[in-house]
């Protein structure tokens, strides 16, 4: 079935990276407001914002001390009444972060659940006595914080909380029917002020194994956290989440013409499957992190068998998501592609990558510019919880410190969230102030002045992909057919809707390939048309250069 989130180009922004108004060094919502058109101009047809909501900002605004006001780092209420009026004039959407997993230690109702057991705000969160003068088990926490568990004890009421975050994050307890009422109302409240939909953090996490127990696996290092696990399935799609979502969706998603987006670890195409089925009445589709798998980097023919596994989401009526990097990931080009020689050829080559394949496609700020990675010299420098959780955890364990700064500067979530790239002038352009986070050296070579006028323009190129994309229905809805699934370096493939056929051709590395025997005999027809390609002109049809990507249509 057609729908406007399919065919949706999502560009994400990472507020407070994006562009400052105030001096302040912190982006804000009239930054954002100021850069609608720019946005407009590169054809994105829905924005999603990071959290924006207040916030003590232990983790960038995933800590949520409030749902319904707007931090004012950021702005004001009205400050965002204006930008989605500004949003929705250009015929654009915008969807919200929806952070249901947690809150900030700071919310009221964790400050009303931490004072008695009896409180009426006590079962919002996960309480436990110690269990043998210990923690209530073994889990450890995702940022490495502190000695490393997950629980955190409480000195007022003598037990523990649960939090898989930081310890400033605690977990919420969504068993609790009043809990429950109390977060539909406010997603209905930001659905009637006119917000079309939610990118959902965590959403597989919400329910939590019956009983907690300890996790089966060994200690994880590094050693510094003193023998807690840190295993991030105890709480991924465990049952009862599928009810819990399906009620969601009764509740409030199918009240609006809305897109939900879930974020959700540790789940393969077969799980999502019956997260994001049209007739299960869940969500639309879900972030995996099969490819974007960091600390890992997948090969072209891992590459292809994931895509296959997921195409298959979409014989199966439901929906799949397309996107490289975001705010928790290295930047694109610096990770599946070359930033130095061929930043150009391979930033564009996983451009057309994402937008031809099957799916709704997701740009993060700057890869639309390609923007890379950075170095910093030091961890002074670095600044979110895992970077610098990890880092310490391992000094602490008598790592040398340069070899532990060494190890995270490639897989760093800063390198993603380092100051949008404007312009050739002090900080970037960003900010006319001191910029939050150490702005990338390299904004006077990458910055969007250049792109616009470059020779060879990743923003020009994107802009023209999504062009096409709007015009040829067949990038969304055809079906999906790759050629030569075990070919190490090209990934080729097909994509067929209604009398039309186009073949795709990406050299997923730095290297010149011969174009194998069926490719070639497939472009081998007079009705051929090469229609965009980031290379100047094709010289010998058959060889494929560094990065080369090619888009022919050959009925
Ligand atoms: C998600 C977010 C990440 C955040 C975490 C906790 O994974 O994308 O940035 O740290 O949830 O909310
Ligand atoms: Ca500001």
């Known amino acids: 079935m057609k729908q406007w989130w399919k065919e949706a180009v999502v560009y994400q922004i990472y507020t407070k990276s994006y562009y400052d108004t105030n001096g302040d060094g912190i982006g804000d919502l009239q930054g954002i407001i100021r850069k609608l ?22 983790d960038n605004g995933y800590d949520i001390s409030d749902y319904q006001n707007i931090d004012e780092r950021y702005g004001t209420l009205s400050d965002f009444k204006e930008l989605l009026s500004e949003v929705h004039k250009r015929g654009m959407r915008l969807i919200m972060d929806m952070v249901l997993n947690h809150t900030s230690d700071e919310h009221a109702w964790f ?36 000695r490393g568990s997950a629980w955190e004890y409480d000195e007022t009421t003598r037990e523990y909380y649960l939090h ?9 307890n969504w068993d609790n029917i009043e809990l429950k009422k109390a977060m539909c109302r406010m997603m ?70 809305i897109m939900v987006v879930g974020e959700t ?60 990097s975001n705010h928790d990931t290295p930047r694109q080009v610096s990770w599946f592609g070359d930033d130095k020689e061929y930043r150009y050829e391979s930033a564009t080559m996983l451009a057309a990558l994402m937008h031809t394949h ?26 979110e919880k895992y970077t610098v959780g990890k880092y310490q955890t391992m000094v602490e364990s008598g790592v040398d410190p340069e070899t532990a700064l060494n190890s995270l500067k490639r897989t760093s979530r800063d390198n993603d969230r ?5 312009n050739s002038r002090e900080h970037a352009g960003f900010t006319s102030g001191t910029p939050w986070m150490h702005v990338n050296p390299n904004y ?81 027809t007079p009705e051929k048309k090469l229609l965009l390609s980031n290379y100047h002109n094709v010289e010998e049809e058959t060889l494929i250069r560094p990065y080369e990507t090619r888009i022919y249509r050959i009925r």
């Open 418 to 422: 380092t100051p949008m790239q404007w």
């Open 444 to 524: 006077p070579e990458i910055n969007t002045e250049s792109e616009e006028h470059a020779e060879k323009s990743v923003l020009r190129f994107y802009r023209t992909l999504i062009a096409m994309r709007k015009e040829h229905p067949i990038m969304v809805y055809g079906t999906y057919r790759q050629i030569l699934e075990e070919e190490e370096h090209l990934i080729i493939y097909e994509r067929a809707y209604q009398d039309e056929k186009w073949l795709i051709i990406c050299n997923f590395y730095g290297r010149q390939e011969k174009l194998p025997e069926v490719a070639a005999a497939a472009i081998d």
């Open 188 to 257: 209905r409240w930001w659905l009637d002020l006119g917000v079309d939909g939610f990118r959902m953090d965590a959403i597989n996490r919400l329910v939590k194994p019956r009983g907690l127990p300890d996790s089966p696996n060994p200690p994880t290092p590094p050693v510094g956290i003193h023998g807690y696990v840190v295993d991030r399935t105890m709480c991924a799609n465990r049952p009862g989440i599928h009810e819990l979502l399906h009620e969601l969706n009764e509740e409030v998603f199918s009240r609006y013409d």
């Open 111 to 146: 400050q009303e659940s931490r004072k008695s057991k009896d409180n009426p705000y006590r079962d919002f969160y996960i309480w436990r006595p110690e269990k043998n003068g210990k923690e209530p088990n073994n889990w450890g926490n995702y940022f490495y914080e502190g």
């Open 358 to 383: 099957p799916g709704t496609v997701y740009i993060y700020q700057g890869e639309e510019i390609g923007m890379t990675n950075v170095d910093f010299p030091s961890i002074e420098y670095y600044n």
């Open 37 to 58: 058109d720019y946005i407009q101009s590169l054809g994105a047809t829905v924005i999603w914002l990071n959290p924006i909501y207040k916030s003590p900002d232990v």
């Open 164 to 172: 898989n975050y930081s310890r400033k994050m605690p977990d919420l």
């Open 265 to 324: 670890g540790n789940v393969n195409a077969a799980i999502a499957m019956d997260y994001v089925q049209e007739e299960r009445e869940e969500i639309d589709m879900v972030f995996h992190f099969e490819i974007a798998k960091n600390p890992v980097l997948v090969n072209a023919v891992q590459f292809k068998e994931i895509q296959r596994r997921w195409y298959h989401v979409i014989e199966q009526h439901g929906w799949i998501t397309q996107y490289l």
